[in-house]
């Protein structure tokens, strides 16, 4: 079995700063793209940052110069550091991972979520 748990999120006002943590743990060979998406009421689930195995990360363009992703490989962790927040980026935050298993067989994996609130 393979699990997402994340943590970090809370009350903000704008303009401060909020950093989410996802640890993937469980029977993993390897993993490949470890994304952040969040999903705000009657709004649907959107991509904020992309980090690939091996590649650049890449951002949604309302989070660009805002946001950054980043991994740890070692404790198979993946981070969003979010500074300068606007209310508009009040949202249940989730993390998500694409993991080949011990057995071979590649799927894409959920966090929990977390909700990131931020006041004006």
């Known amino acids: 079995q393979v699990q997402l748990v994340e943590s970090g999120g809370g009350l903000v006002q704008a303009g401060g700063s909020l950093r989410l943590s996802c640890a993937a743990s469980?029977?993993?060979?390897?993993?490949?793209?470890m994304d952040w998406y969040r999903q705000a009421p009657e709004n649907q689930r959107e991509l904020v940052a992309h980090?690939?195995?091996?590649?650049?990360?890449n951002y949604h363009d309302s989070v660009k110069g805002r946001f950054t992703i980043s991994r740890d490989s070692g404790t198979n962790t993946v981070y969003l550091q979010m500074n300068s927040l606007k209310p508009e980026d009040t949202a249940v935050y989730y993390c998500?991972?694409?993991?080949?298993?011990?057995?071979?067989?590649?799927?894409?994996?959920w966090g929990q979520g977390t909700q990131v609130t931020v006041s004006s």
């Open positions: 469980g029977s993993i060979f390897s993993i490949n793209a």
């Open positions: 998500n991972a694409r993991i080949t298993n011990l057995q071979g067989m590649t799927d894409d994996y």
């Open positions: 980090f690939p195995s091996g590649g650049i990360p």
